[in-house]
């Protein structure tokens, strides 16, 4: 990861490095991330040469598995489609606002072997954030995947669907149950319409979903800006979406839900195939590490939570959330057919525990 990473920064032209190069830590900075399509920070792959280009993914195939890396460059490539859908009129700020090369690249710090330096690869529906302290991998979170449309026609008997995993095996999960486990894992009969935790930099007590005006970059301010507030009101009223639901879906630290205990073998089984669609987008030796958390006994701390219909076509959401775990799955919008999902380390995104041990071990205390 370190050699690919000096590569992209060794074919930059000095210009070019004062937009994709930034110090370590850089916190304020380095902890934004974004899901929406908007400026994500660094350089856009529209901006590379075709070598610099061939050089950045090589870095980003590098946080990822083999099944990660087809996964998300498909995620880019239907951002085309989307454009179709809408008649390749839509912009959002940008000549193109649904652009397969408008992906950026950020590299934080000098690469190195007993180096603390991150990087973070993103655009619309993909954000990728890699943390190394002291020349360990210490953060590969947040992880957000989405897709829409999230199935496509082909040619043939079988759609395009790059995140069916993640929505398939919650649905089949959430079916297994029995009356009485249902009535503990639905928290709502109405789905929110986005993840709750949204692109914040720290997941907290009480968060609730975004206003999609909010997940941008900067502001918009006038007819763009009402335009957005106009589709959150609009998909609301269409859902049924109340006060009381979303108070049911709001984040707690004491997780909500089903405990993974009270599931049956087969069942606890099924949530383990679920997770690892979320942690298998990374590489084999760190996904091994990452599930550990959902092994053995540590899979009895999880819990399971759902919100919304249960059918194909229904808007429908799910959250499993347990020690160093939080993933959230959403598909709302334009007729359930727009997934976000997410993997979180609510104490250690960004390699926060990290840093805070190296300040401490290094430095003889905190950061101011």
Not at 54 to 76: N, P
Not at 188 to 212: K, Y
Request: proline residues 6%; negative net charge.
């Amino acid at each position: 990861m370190a050699a690919a990473a000096t590569a992209v920064l060794g074919s930059l032209e000095a210009d070019q490095l004062d937009v994709m190069a930034k110090a370590f830590p850089s916190d304020d900075e380095r902890r934004l991330w974004f899901y929406s399509p908007t400026d994500h920070g660094g350089m856009a792959l529209c901006d590379l040469r075709p070598a610099q280009q061939r050089l950045a993914l090589k870095l980003v195939a590098t946080g990822l598995s083999r099944a990660g890396y087809v996964t998300v460059t498909t995620i880019m490539g239907v951002e085309n489609v989307l454009d179709e859908l809408e008649g390749f009129t839509e912009s959002w700020g940008h000549e193109r606002a649904r652009d397969p090369a408008r992906y950026y690249l950020r590299i934080f710090g000098d690469p190195g072997a007993e180096a603390n330096w991150a990087w973070r690869f993103g655009g619309h529906h993909v954000s990728i954030n890699y943390t190394v302290i002291d020349g360990r991998l210490s953060a590969m979170t947040p992880c957000f995947l989405g897709v829409t449309p999230a199935s496509s026609p082909l040619l043939g008997p079988h759609p395009l669907r790059p995140l069916a995993g993640a929505e398939d095996l919650g649905r089949e999960l959430v079916r297994s149950l029995d009356a009485d486990q249902r009535a503990r894992v639905v928290l709502s009969p109405v789905a929110p319409m986005d993840i709750v935790g949204a692109n914040r930099p720290r997941v907290g007590e009480g968060d609730l979903p975004l206003p999609l005006a909010d997940l941008w970059r900067s502001p918009f301010g006038g007819a763009l800006d009402q335009r957005l507030r106009t589709i959150d009101a609009e998909a609301e009223r269409a859902a049924g979406l109340s006060a009381g639901h979303l108070e049911a879906l709001r984040l707690s630290l004491a997780p909500k839900g089903l405990r993974a205990s009270a599931l049956g073998s087969g069942q606890q089984e099924l949530l383990r195939a679920l997770l690892d669609v979320y942690v298998r987008r990374m590489p084999d030796a760190v996904a091994d590490e990452e599930a550990a958390k959902y092994r053995g006994e540590h899979l009895d701390k999880l819990t399971f939570a759902w919100a919304g219909g249960m059918e194909p076509g229904e808007g429908h959401y799910y959250r499993v959330q347990g020690p160093r775990m939080l993933v959230e799955y959403d598909n709302t919008h334009r007729g359930a057919n727009h997934v976000h999902t997410v993997w979180r380390d609510p104490d250690g995104d960004f390699g926060e525990d990290a840093l805070l041990s190296h300040h401490i071990t290094s430095h003889g205390g905190a950061p101011h």
